[in-house]
């Protein structure tokens, strides 16, 4: 028969931390810290088969489950010393979602289950107080009919608030007793109203229909969301944990809370989380109350009134060091947990690997490694090379002047600025435009994810540190300021006012996730320091890694940026990008619209400057290293000029008649420019530039050489070749003028030639063309295009929908398709060295900066990768990560 649910108390266990895929994340470490004897209340995980069952039987459930579900109720009863509808102590439960990932806030909770009109009466006597009775039974009738009867939220709230303004409150905490009583027969009259039946009585029927609907939130909107954006399979499942309620809001004596074993925003090694007297642990992560700190020296560092969980609770707060600290040390990695005061006990409710941003990631992983909780090579395994994304990101400018409107929490780091929107759609359509948002809200909730993700940072008036903005913000690597209190925003009016001052949608504003900071206006911000824990872990992944790892850059600026960022030489330099800039763009379309040679090389002798002073600059900031310099390869069309001023403009510098420019102009446009006029087709045809950009070549290098004292690694490389014979021809005319540059100055210039390969024709003919090429650098960008038949551009109308629909994986264009232009790039490596055994092999398309692809190029045994610079740390890492055979787990 199979076992579709597994027991839990402490001491006992039928589950483990290994059985995570089964017991999804939360009960497989309930399962854990149960085994280890922490006080865990009893409870039970139906397994995520059962999920996977369920979906594929029109939402039944499997014969035996009950059985066992009975079984494993009369389990917790007996652990816990009272049953469902017990006269004198009724037993409640929790009904709570739990995958093999974290969602958090995605799926649905149910608490409190259990309670009726009796046991209500009961729950009260055994507390020896009406008031909290009663509010959990209104609590638990909200819940329990939003989540599995349907009936929306806002009604009772709205009906609470009528109840409030009657008695003249202002305060959930004014209402008495007899008022609780009063909202529930209220609510039930609601729940009759909405749902057309009557709130369940029966506590099996309830826990029944919070099983079902736990399991049915799988599918809900937001979920679907939170799993496409974290690349979570639907096949996965949730699992379902019921556990034995403990009660945060008993007393004063009571209290919930979440804590991380050191800070993850920093890393710092320190107990970090908040907590809140008297309340339910829902009330801490929704962000309704502003939490207390936990401990002394939290509460001494920041303003206001506070009592911490150590000066209030010595004793609880003592035996929560010590549990935090063994379930650190157990699973070798910082927790994030979640515990409940009942009376003065304390009971530990979850733990799990806490989620971090990229800078606690790095500091975390280095000082674990560095107090021999972990290896090096784990420390590496540890941050996900993606995420260092986050760490590249700017900060404030530290001289820059800040009008800052208020002072909230800092919730995730870096400084982001946009104009401000209200609301997530909005959010989401004005990021699709290109436009820059901050999300404001009062507070978020798991619907406002697409926004979120959408927006350049997140701002929020309520909520702690550990509030739902603040959770996903810190994963999505998202500058956030959460508790900004003083902010008063108005979703009708789309403003808000803080400090006597009024934003309304569309103002700019900035924030500073690090500081807290609301700022108005635009602040000049900075580049970050890659110096501490960044450049440690980086400094152990190079001393892995076997792959080197080269940067796509032709701008002074990107070269220095990649060099900073560690870059082992350029890639790839595209000198089409540098005749774009300023006047040159003339120059460029006066040689291409040039009737004959000698019109060519007029325009090409005003080139000849501005290229050597380019690669000049590329060389001395490389000092040394290699510089790929790829020969001209513009898709044409984007050169032609295409304003009637743009061809005056042209026609001037050339002293030619605009008619017949614009009549040459237009025998030159192409249908397909990606698949025309471009390339070292160009080379072929007009020779001419070739010659110009070679003699640039050397003539810089030589100036390069003697300006650095280290001599230029010239790297020469022809693009979009798909036979040896269009290479050779470029080879013979650069050999040539080596030659007379060294006719001209006495020095003869040392390069390397080689070739893109970017071509099916190209990889297949990879071993007749080796012999001719020092170095092949495959273009998987143009390969991803030329192999699947998908236009760069025109991919994008149909290429997301694909991915969507799970037609494909992943967008080819990101993450390198290995079964197709991946064995394309495999056979030709391995043809190349058959053709040449020293030959060179890179790749310079995207992928080489995406670290899947940069696995599966370690796999096939590539000498480099080549991305542009700010994604060469993740590239280095990645490399590292590849060459260790794993891949980052356990991170945000
Ligand atoms: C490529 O095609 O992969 C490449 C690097 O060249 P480009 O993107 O400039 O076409
Ligand atoms: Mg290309």
Excluded at 311 to 323: D, L, S, Y
Excluded at 414 to 432: H, K, Q
Excluded at 472 to 483: D, E, F, S
Excluded at 801 to 816: A, C, M, N, R, T
């Amino acid at each position: 028969m199979t076992k579709w649910v597994y027991s839990f108390s402490a001491g006992r266990s039928e589950g483990s931390a290994a059985m995570r895929e089964l017991l999804g994340g939360k009960g497989a470490n309930l399962a854990e810290m149960a085994a280890l004897g922490l006080p865990v209340p009893p409870g039970f995980t139906i397994t995520t088969d059962v999920c996977a069952f369920f979906y594929a039987n029109g939402h039944s459930f499997p014969p035996n489950l009950e059985a066992q579900v009975d079984a494993a109720m009369a389990e917790i009863g007996r652990v816990a010393g009272h049953a469902f509808n017990d006269a004198k102590w009724p037993l409640l439960v929790s009904v709570r979602s739990g995958a093999r990932a974290s969602m958090p806030g995605m799926m649905d909770t149910v608490l409190n289950l259990g309670l009726n009109d009796q046991t209500v009466e009961a729950l009260s006597h055994y507390s020896g107080d009406a008031r909290f009775a009663w509010d959990c039974y209104r609590r638990f009738i909200e819940m329990y009919s939003s989540v599995v009867l349907g009936v929306e939220h806002h009604i009772f709230e709205e009906a609470l608030d009528e109840l409030k303004e009657a008695k003249g409150y202002t305060l959930d905490t004014q209402l008495s007793a007899d008022d609780w009583r009063a909202a529930t027969g209220q609510f039930k009259g609601i729940v009759e109203a909405n749902a057309g039946v009557s709130f369940p009585q029966d506590p099996r029927a309830q826990l029944w229909g919070a099983i079902r609907a736990v399991f049915s939130s799988w599918m809900n909107h937001r979920a679907i969301v939170y799993r496409h954006l974290h690349n979570i399979p639907e096949s996965w499942g949730t699992a379902v944990n019921v556990q034995a309620m403990v009660f945060g809001n008993m007393d004063a004596n009571s209290a919930t809370g979440v804590a991380f074993t050191r800070n993850p925003s920093t890393g710092v090694k320190e107990l970090y989380g908040e907590y809140l007297m008297n309340a339910q642990g829902e009330d801490v992560v929704a962000g309704l109350r502003t939490p207390q700190p936990l401990t002394e020296i939290a509460s001494r560092a920041s303003p206001g009134e506070k009592i911490s969980l150590e000066a209030a609770m010595p004793k609880v707060f003592a035996e929560f060091v010590q549990v935090a600290d063994r379930l650190e040390r157990h699973y070798r990695d910082m927790q994030d947990m979640e515990f409940t005061v009942e009376r003065g006990k304390l009971w530990m409710l979850q733990t799990r690997g806490g989620k971090r941003t990229a800078r606690a990631a790095l500091k975390l992983a280095v000082d674990m490694a560095n107090e021999g909780l972990i290896t090096r090579e784990e420390a590496i395994l540890r941050v996900e090379p993606t995420s260092l994304d986050q760490l590249l990101h700017p900060t404030i400018d530290p001289s820059a002047r800040r009008d800052i409107l208020v002072t909230g929490l800092p919730a995730s780091p870096g400084a982001a600025f946009g104009e401000i929107v209200f609301n997530p759609e909005e959010a989401e359509t004005l990021a699709a435009s290109g436009r820059k948002v901050i999300l404001v809200r009062t507070e978020t909730s798991p619907e406002d994810i697409h926004g979120m993700h959408a927006a350049e940072g997140i701002l929020t008036a309520r909520g702690g540190m550990t509030s739902h903005a603040a959770v996903v913000a810190r994963g999505m690597g998202k500058p956030c300021v959460t508790g900004a209190g003083a902010l008063r925003i108005d979703y009708d009016e789309q403003c808000f006012t803080v400090a006597g001052r009024r934003f309304v949608k569309g103002d700019r504003i900035t924030i500073d996730g690090s500081a807290g900071h609301v700022i108005a206006g635009e602040v000049k911000m900075q580049r970050p320091e890659l110096t501490g824990e960044f450049a440690v872990l980086m400094g152990w992944a190079d001393d892995v890694r076997r792959l080197k790892v080269r940067a796509n850059a032709e701008t002074p600026s990107d070269a220095r940026a990649a060099r900073r960022f560690g870059a082992e030489g350029i890639g790839l330099a595209r000198t089409e990008h540098m005749f774009f800039e300023g006047e040159r763009i003339v120059a460029v379309r006066e040689m291409i619209l040039a009737d004959d040679a000698e019109g060519r090389r007029t325009a090409l002798a005003k080139l000849l400057p501005m290229q050597r002073e380019d690669f000049k600059h590329l060389f001395e900031i490389m000092a040394g290293l290699p510089v790929t310099i790829r020969l001209l390869d513009p898709p044409l069309h984007e050169f032609l000029p295409h304003t009637d001023s743009e061809l005056a403009a042209v026609a001037r510098a050339m002293g030619a008649d605009p008619v017949k420019l614009r009549r040459r102009a237009l025998q030159l446009s192409e249908f397909n420019p990606m698949l025309g006029f471009r390339g070292v087709r160009l080379a072929v045809v007009f020779p001419e530039i070739l010659d110009m950009q070679a003699r640039a070549i050397f003539e810089a290098a030589i100036e390069a050489g003697l300006s650095t004292g280290a001599a230029a690694q010239i790297e020469i490389m022809a693009p979009l070749v798909f036979a040896r014979a269009e290479l050779d021809f470029v080879k013979a005319r650069v050999e040539a003028m080596a030659a007379l540059v060294e006719d001209e100055t006495g020095v003869r210039p040392a390069y390397h030639i080689g070739t893109m390969i970017e071509l099916p024709r190209a990889a297949l003919r990879a071993g007749e063309i080796a012999p001719s090429a020092n170095f092949f650098s495959f273009g998987t960008n143009d390969l991803t295009q030329t192999t699947l038949g998908i236009s760069r551009d025109d991919s994008g109308s149909f290429l997301g929908v694909y991915v969507e629909k799970g037609v494909l994986p992943q967008d080819p264009f990101v993450s390198i398709d290995q079964e197709g232009v991946g064995e394309l790039v495999a056979l030709g490596c391995q043809r190349a060295r058959a053709g040449r055994p020293d030959i060179v092999l890179g790749v310079c398309g995207e992928h080489g900066g995406d670290p899947a692809s940069v696995a599966f190029f370690e796999k096939i045994g590539m000498d480099y990768v080549s991305c542009s610079p700010f994604r060469v740390p993740i590239a280095r890492l990645a490399a590292a990560q590849a060459a260790l055979g794993g891949t980052a787990e356990g991170t945000a």
